[in-house]
């Protein structure tokens, strides 16, 4: 017997599975049975939900559900009523006027927040990559008279140091909220060089290097410290990155999901060329980008190692991508710092290192130079 469609509610259920799985769904009633709730039903099929909405809409619904791994024939337990709609011919979806149960309990955000299918991580939602972002650089930061390459670097005693130098002046200020910061210009080698503290995380360094970019550089390279897994970098030794495992989430916005994430070879052979001119003992190798520096369990070191990571920092997976996206030509040098190859974690005293810090920095800017020319 046909019935009338404006007298139908949608209901949302909660549908538990043999194996353990909660699943939502709705389904559609007549209103005068909805006194007799909770009691359990049996979930329409994405055909016959899609039928209905077609036929109240004049389009097709799509209804993505989960598939889920059957570890037994399922059996549905106690259905909950999680939200009651009236079907309207106009609008399926408008709360009814009648009290009802909010759609997201708290029971379903403590669902959602729980561990979560790695195909639906927001991080893999990379089918916008191209499209232009709200907040634009290139669009909305007006570009100056900057030199065409720099040196981000992350020692901000050095880029105190040369920003006292006479031949020293701000081009251009970098917003945030960590406080002044600017892009400096110096004369080095004879070439205009720029140089600017690209802040700490991936997050903050990510939006230096995106605004040094749309203000006109045009070639970075970054120097820093980093944390040795290996035993064999001791203090000051440099390494040349040839890429980095992305475990941080910026890069993510930029490149389309991966592990790692390949240095420019370019950049990293001007700097293996400077880096031997000034006698700065080096290695190559990857460099694990990690958010979270007290996590860096002995389990996660171990596992890196093995795939090869001599160092731990927190930017330069996203700074890569950044470069790779903004078609730039960046390479990246650190120094081992601290350690955390032994036993125990040892500073080492790696931010009082002043002339390893100095000399890294020369031989990021001589290559720098190399890029201009």
Do not use: N
């Amino acid at each position: 017997m046909p019935c009338d469609l404006r007298q139908l509610v949608c209901l949302g259920y909660r549908e538990r599975w043999a194996d353990g799985d909660v699943e939502l769904g709705v389904q559609f009633v007549p209103i005068q049975r909805t006194r007799m709730l909770p009691q359990p039903a049996t979930p329409l099929t994405a055909p016959a939900v899609s039928s209905i909405l077609e036929t109240r809409s004049g389009s097709t619904a799509s209804m993505r559900r989960r598939q889920i791994p059957r570890v037994a024939p399922p059996r549905a337990a106690r259905i909950a009523p999680v939200m009651r709609i009236p079907a309207t011919a106009s609008a399926v979806c408008q709360p009814a006027a009648t009290p009802a149960a909010p759609a997201t309990t708290a029971r379903e955000v403590q669902r959602l927040s729980g561990p979560a299918d790695h195909r639906w991580l927001p991080l893999l939602e990379d089918e916008d990559l191209a499209g232009e972002a709200v907040i634009e650089p290139g669009r909305l930061i007006r570009p100056v008279d900057a030199p065409a390459v720099a040196v981000a670097c992350f020692f901000r005693d050095v880029v105190e140091e040369l920003s006292g130098r006479p031949d020293a002046r701000s081009v251009c200020r970098l917003h945030s909220e960590m406080g002044p910061a600017a892009l400096w210009e110096i004369e080095h080698r004879g070439v205009r060089l720029g140089v600017f503290h690209p802040g700490v995380g991936a997050p903050l360094a990510g939006a230096m290097l995106e605004q040094v970019i749309a203000r006109g550089v045009r070639g970075v390279i970054a120097c820093g410290g980093a944390g040795a897994l290996v035993p064999e970098l001791v203090l000051g030794h440099a390494v040349i990155l040839t890429g980095a495992v992305r475990d941080e989430g910026t890069s993510f916005h930029y490149l389309p999901a991966g592990r790692v994430v390949s240095a420019d070879p370019g950049p990293a052979e001007s700097l293996a060329d400077a880096l031997s001119a000034g006698g700065v003992a080096t290695m190559r190798g990857l460099s694990w980008s990690m958010d979270a520096i007290y996590r860096e369990t002995r389990a996660r070191v171990s596992r890196r190692v093995e795939e090869g990571c001599l160092v731990v920092e927190m930017e330069a997976s996203a700074l890569m991508a950044i470069a790779r996206y903004r078609s730039i030509p960046f390479g990246e040098v650190v120094m081992a710092g601290d350690s955390l190859a032994g036993r125990e974690w040892q500073h080492r005293g790696w931010m009082t290192a002043k002339s390893a810090r100095r000399q890294l920095f020369a031989s990021a800017a001589d290559a720098a130079v190399a890029l201009a020319r």
